[in-house]
């Protein structure tokens, strides 16, 4: 866990830091109902996305639904700024927004291809923690029915008076901003960011597929 959230934060070290994050009166520290906001809504929708899959809801019908919620808890920009770094900065305006454009319809589409089955299904926020540079790390476990829960531990950096998903540690451990910070290098050194941009929107599409 300790070395995934180093990658992380070491990623995010490309960001600037943060205000933080407003709180009502009487709110302590470690318990952020803003943080955890953001996440109840982010685990609703996925829910509704595993039980819409159960209904037989198209892929691209889903992706519909789902996208509004994801643009709204994820911090995208950052996350992209750090995953395309140094190329997202140095390109134009216009290609920024191309490029945000494909990141999140293929962020979405992955969630709509990784949460395709409902079976009785909880996600159970656990519990949150500080992180380095004024972040939250809120845990959640996906409980299974005769399963070991999955941990899922989002870091979320303030913006204004809300909390914004930055990254997405996979059962505690795997980073998905690092993950992706590899996987797009190659393709940001043979082309730029609007290679990266063709190549995000091209697997959106294969993930949709026909539907």
């Known amino acids: 866990m300790r070395a995934a959230l180093a990658l ?10 943060p ?4 709180q009502g009166p009487g709110t302590a520290a470690g318990n ?17 996305l595993m039980r ?11 992706l519909q639904r789902f996208l509004p919620v994801m643009l709204d ?12 770094a140094p190329y997202f900065d140095q390109s134009a305006e216009p290609e920024k927004r191309q490029a945000l454009d494909a990141f999140a319809r293929r962020s979405a ?3 709509v291809d990784r949460f395709d089955s409902y079976d009785g299904q909880r996600l159970e926020i656990i519990g949150e923690r500080p992180a380095p540079r004024g972040m939250l790390l ?9 399963k070991a829960p999955v941990r899922l531990s989002y870091l979320l950096r303030p913006e204004g008076d809300r909390w914004r998903i930055l990254d997405v540690l996979a059962k505690g451990t795997v980073s998905q901003l690092a993950t ?23 697997n959106a599409d294969r993930i949709l597929g026909g539907a």
């Open 73 to 84: 808890t994820f911090d995208l920009e950052a996350a992209l700024r750090v995953a395309a």
């Open 52 to 62: 819409e899959a159960a209904g037989r809801e198209p892929a691209r019908a889903r």
């Open 32 to 48: 952020t109902p803003g943080a955890r906001a953001t996440v109840a809504r982010l685990n609703e929708a996925i829910l509704s």
């Open 180 to 202: 992706q910070r590899s996987e797009f290098q190659n393709t940001l050194r043979g082309g730029g960011l609007a290679a990266l941009t063709r190549d995000l929107n091209s």
């Open 8 to 17: 992380a934060v070491l990623a995010a070290g490309l960001l600037p830091v």
């Open 138 to 146: 809120v845990d959640t476990d996906l409980v299974r029915a005769g």
């Open 109 to 111: 589409a992955q969630y």
């Open 19 to 22: 205000a933080v994050a407003q």
